[in-house]
């Protein structure tokens, strides 16, 4: 059975901007506007990315990658959205990235959206050594409580006190990340 690290895109693989969410109309829900085609990449989480998107061709490394996205609820909105996500994935991640991505339509209502779609794409439950670095506790909240190990990615912005599990810090050496997710997947 394969284990997965699932890793969230914007605040963990693109960096967090917060003023762009204080004033509405907020850009990225302007069509037309390409707000997720140029994010700002965190380039210590897309480094790590890289190394475990290689790790995924070792064939006695039971991994599953996935990034996994929210886009915008409004089918059209999502099409260019998500388009620009993948598109995003494969110019500041390469390495054939893009092929992992999971963009979810957006649900204030259900937390577990993440957690639910991966565990169908793996046809199982979650369990412990399937990992979700996310920024978002609400995200986090909900992969731990569907059976997975939930991290927490502190990227400059958020704390680490609000969340009572793993963090990941902005400062942490690329390799010592990704020996860190190993150790809890395989």
């Known amino acids: 059975m394969n284990h997965s ?51 995924t061709h070792e064939p006695s490394c039971g991994l599953d990658l996935f990034i996994v996205s929210m886009a915008s609820a409004n089918g059209r909105l999502f099409a260019e959205q998500s388009a620009d996500k993948v598109a995003w994935l494969d110019k500041y991640v390469k390495d054939g990235i893009s092929q992992h991505a999971v963009i979810l339509p957006h649900s204030a209502y259900i937390k577990a959206h993440k957690a639910r779609a991966i565990a169908a794409r793996l046809n199982r ?46 400062d942490m050496n690329p390799r010592d990340i990704v020996s860190m997710l190993q150790r809890i997947v395989m």
């Open 5 to 55: 690290i699932s890793l969230d895109m914007d605040g963990v693989l693109a960096v967090y901007e917060p003023d762009d969410y204080k004033k509405q109309p907020y850009a990225f829900e302007m069509p037309g506007s390409h707000y997720f085609a140029k994010r700002t990449v965190d380039t210590v989480m897309c480094d790590v990315a890289r190394r475990l998107e290689h790790l």
């Open 125 to 170: 439950p979650l369990d412990v050594c399937d990992v979700l670095l996310d920024d978002y506790n609400p995200h986090l909240t909900a992969w731990t409580l569907m059976g997975g190990t939930a991290m927490k990615y502190l990227n400059g912005i958020n704390s680490g006190e609000s969340w009572d599990g793993p963090c990941i810090t902005k």
